[in-house]
């Protein structure tokens, strides 16, 4: 079983910076599409960025130039590293995974195509 667990949430002031991880388990990176989600109270989960097999990486157009995507070969971990952070930034963060041979890369910001989630992390940023 796909096991994902996510860390590095916390509280920063607007204009801050975080970086979030993703311990995964028992995948094989090439063949599962990866990506970071977050759910703000009262709102639908939404994708924040995600990566191929290929190492291609895609990002809400909310966050690009903002959050980078990046993994660490040799360690089973991935991460989020998330700069001039806002208020409207906080949320819970979720890391989550998807066969590729199941979920094309064309959704690999849709929640909805994903089947493995970590417990999330909780991110807010102050004004």
């Known amino acids: 079983q796909v096991q994902l667990v996510e860390s590095g949430g916390g509280s920063v002031q607007a204009g801050g910076s975080l970086r979030l991880s993703c311990a995964v388990s028992r995948l094989t990176y090439s063949r599962y599409l990866l990506g970071w989600f977050r759910q703000a109270p009262g709102k639908e989960r939404e994708g924040v960025g995600g990566?191929?097999?290929?190492?291609?990486?895609v990002y809400a157009d909310s966050v690009k130039g903002r959050f980078t995507i990046s993994q660490e070969y040799g360690k089973p971990t991935f991460y989020l590293q998330m700069n001039s952070l806002k208020p409207e930034d906080t949320a819970m963060y979720y890391c989550?995974?998807?066969?590729?041979?199941?979920?094309?890369?064309?959704?690999?910001?849709?929640?909805?195509?994903?089947?493995?989630w970590g417990q999330g992390t909780q991110v807010t940023v102050s004004s």
């Open positions: 989550a995974a998807v066969s590729a041979l199941v979920v094309g890369r064309s959704r690999i910001l849709d929640y909805k195509a994903y089947d493995h």
């Open positions: 990566i191929d097999g290929l190492d291609n990486i």
